[in-house]
Nanobody
Framework: QVQLAESGGGLVQAGASLILACAAS????????MAWFRQAPGKEREFVGG????????MYADSAKGRFTISRDNAKNTVYLQMNSLKPEDTAIYYC?????????????????WGQGTQVTVSS
């Protein structure tokens, strides 16, 4: 099994930046892609951005393009989500997900492993 642990959430003002981290442990050799999703109150969980392992390619939701960046530290088995120019509509619980397919997967059903989530609140 793979365990994922998110960290770095918090309360910030609009325009600020945050870095979320997702540390993977366990059978990490299963991981071929990782992604960030978020879920706001009363809404469905949505894709934010993802990273494929071998190609090191990334993909972002339109809402994240130009503001969010995904990166990884192989030595630490950690993936990061750098979030800049945060907006109140970015307020949500952010979840890290890991998949076994070496591609950026857009749908939550395609991911095998999930973290517990970290709250991000952006005040106006």
């Amino acid at each position: 099994q793979v365990q994922l642990a998110e960290s770095g959430g918090g309360l910030v003002q609009a325009g600020a930046s945050l870095i979320l981290a997702c540390a993977a442990s366990g059978r990490t050799f299963h991981i071929r892609s990782m992604a960030w999703f978020r879920q706001a109150p009363g809404k469905e969980r949505e894709f934010v951005g993802g990273l494929s392992w071998s190609a090191d390619s990334t993909m972002y939701a339109d809402s994240a393009k130009g503001r969010f960046t995904i990166s990884r530290d192989n030595a630490k088995n950690t993936v990061y989500l750098q979030m800049n120019s945060l907006k109140p509509e970015d307020t949500a619980i952010y979840y890290c997900a890991a998949g076994r397919t070496d591609a950026v997967l857009l749908w939550r059903e395609e991911y095998y492993y999930w973290g517990q989530g970290t709250q991000v609140t952006v005040s106006s």
